[in-house]
């Protein structure tokens, strides 16, 4: 009797140290401390108020591992569904880092050259009226320097235009990745269901990603969350224009579907180096245009797909994502193996995504 009760006292005393130690579970940030699970959780617990955030779904990367991944909120408000690791959030314009590692594997087979003008591989009717797009190339998209806008719904007439000579300049545009779509979708010979294919094979099924697609899955749409806006209020998308207009299509720039557990299998395989040559990151994580300095004289860089700046963030490549109902932010640092990837069902999630890199270079809580 008394033998067992001392086993009782020590399994006790083992579940209450795991349960502790698991409360208080540390993450390594950014300025190398440690930072507990807790404080982390109750940040951003706070900032989701402050933001009218409903739902929120993170994970956090330390030495190429998923060392935190927590969901908050709600992926119904009206339904009280809570978020959960399933959960599957729109990326908005993290879809171009993606895209343009899936254009490198088109580079690499030989079936792509980067600096080929595009209407070599498919003239393009819609801009046909002005002869500077024949200069334009798949570099030149990939960095945003094509001249084009970044949607011609946002001009007066709604028609495509070239705003500058091609290479010129730079302005952030949806525009030349779909183009760039279009010419892979050329290439391959192929519609836009292939094209999604032609991603699982080259690079999701490489990665072991589960659950990111371009084009939307039964799956991914039983467990998509609801979009809401920056007051919290719900997003009809159906009766929503960009919804109907890109419904069923590989938009490069903005359509790719993810969750925050499958977006780090991508970025451990950035950072490791993963599928593509050495080369071929040479060529992503070249600085390409200058998009602005901050008041401390840092530059900060667009690559092909990527942004980055000067030092001390010269290994940091990041990108945010604003959907109608959708944003979401992640950054990676290349050479500490270091990331996060956060999506949340709001207009005011990218704005967070920035507070929390912010968070994580505190030099101490």
Same mark, same amino acid.
């Given at each position: 009797?008394?033998?067992?009760?001392q086993?009782?006292?020590?399994?006790?005393?083992l579940?209450?140290?795991?349960?502790?130690c698991?409360?208080?579970?540390?993450?390594?940030n950014l300025?190398?401390?440690?930072?507990k699970?807790?404080s982390?959780?109750?940040?951003?617990?706070?900032?989701?108020?402050s933001?009218?955030?409903?739902g929120?779904?993170?994970?956090v990367?330390?030495?190429?591992k998923?060392?935190?991944?927590?969901t908050?909120?709600?992926?119904?408000?009206?339904?009280k569904?809570p978020?959960?690791e399933?959960?599957?959030?729109?990326?908005?314009?993290?879809?171009?880092?993606?895209?343009a590692?899936?254009?490198?594997?088109?580079?690499?087979?030989?079936?792509?050259?980067?600096d080929?003008?595009l209407f070599e591989?498919?003239?393009?009717?819609?801009?046909a009226?002005?002869?500077?797009?024949? =200069?334009?190339?798949a570099?030149?998209v +990939?960095s &945003?320097?094509?001249?084009? #806008?970044?949607?011609?719904? !946002? %001009?007066?007439?709604?028609?495509?235009?070239?705003?500058?000579?091609?290479?010129?300049?730079y302005?952030?545009?949806?525009?030349?990745?779909?183009?760039?779509?279009?010419?892979?979708?050329?290439?391959e010979?192929?519609?836009w269901?292939?094209?999604?294919?032609?991603?699982?094979k =080259?690079?999701?099924?490489?990665?072991? +990603?589960? &659950?990111?697609v371009?084009? #939307?899955?039964?799956?991914t !749409? %039983?467990?998509?969350?609801?979009?809401?806006?920056?007051?919290?209020?719900?997003?009809d998308?159906?009766?929503?224009?960009?919804?109907?207009?890109?419904?069923?299509?590989?938009?490069?720039?903005?359509?790719?579907?993810?969750?925050?557990?499958?977006?780090?299998k991508?970025?451990?395989?950035?950072?490791?180096?993963?599928? +593509?040559?050495?080369?071929?990151?040479n060529?992503?994580?070249?600085?390409?245009?200058?998009?602005?300095?901050?008041?401390?004289?840092?530059?900060?860089y667009?690559?092909l797909?990527?942004?980055?700046?000067?030092?001390?963030?010269?290994?940091t490549y990041?990108?945010?994502?604003?959907?109608?109902?959708?944003t979401?932010y992640?950054?990676?640092?290349?050479?500490?193996?270091?990331?996060?990837?956060?999506?949340?069902?709001?207009?005011?999630?990218?704005?967070?995504?920035?507070e929390?890199?912010?968070?994580?270079?505190?030099?101490?809580?």
């Open positions: 009797m008394i033998k067992k009760i086993n009782l006292l020590i399994f006790l005393v579940v209450i140290s795991f349960t502790s698991h409360s208080q579970k540390k993450i390594i300025a190398g401390f440690d930072v699970t807790d982390i959780n109750t940040f951003l617990k706070s900032r989701m108020d933001l009218n955030i409903p929120l779904s993170i994970a990367i330390n030495d190429s998923v060392v935190y991944h927590e908050f909120g709600f992926a119904n408000l009206e339904k569904i978020i959960t399933k959960t599957i959030f729109e990326g908005a314009s993290i879809s171009k880092s993606v895209f590692f899936f254009v490198m594997k088109f580079v690499e087979e030989g079936k792509l050259d980067l080929k003008p591989y498919l003239p393009y009717e819609d801009i009226y002005d002869d500077r797009y024949k =200069k334009i190339t570099r030149m +990939l &945003h320097r094509s001249g084009f #806008p970044n949607w011609r719904e !946002n %001009e007066e007439d709604k028609k495509l235009k070239i705003k500058f000579e091609p290479d010129t300049d302005e952030y545009s949806g525009e030349g990745y779909q183009y760039l779509a279009m010419v892979l979708k050329q290439i010979d192929t519609d269901n292939g094209l999604e294919m032609l991603f699982q =080259k690079v999701a099924k490489p990665l072991k +990603l589960e &659950h990111t371009f084009i #939307p899955t039964s799956y !749409n %039983e467990h998509k969350a609801e979009p809401y806006n920056n007051q919290c209020e719900w997003i998308l159906k009766n929503n224009y960009w919804y109907k207009k890109d419904k069923g299509v590989f938009v490069s720039s903005s359509s790719i579907h993810s969750e925050p557990i499958d977006f780090s991508w970025m451990i395989g950035v950072m490791n180096k993963e599928i +593509l040559s050495k080369e071929s990151y060529e992503l994580f070249k600085h390409r245009s200058t998009i602005s300095t901050s008041s401390t004289g840092i530059n900060v667009y690559t797909g990527y942004i980055t700046a000067d030092k001390p963030y010269n290994s990041f990108h945010g994502g604003s959907n109608d109902g959708f979401c992640y950054l990676m640092d290349i050479s500490k193996k270091w990331g996060y990837v956060l999506f949340t069902n709001s207009e005011n999630g990218e704005r967070l995504g920035n929390v890199w912010n968070y994580f270079e505190k030099k101490s809580e």
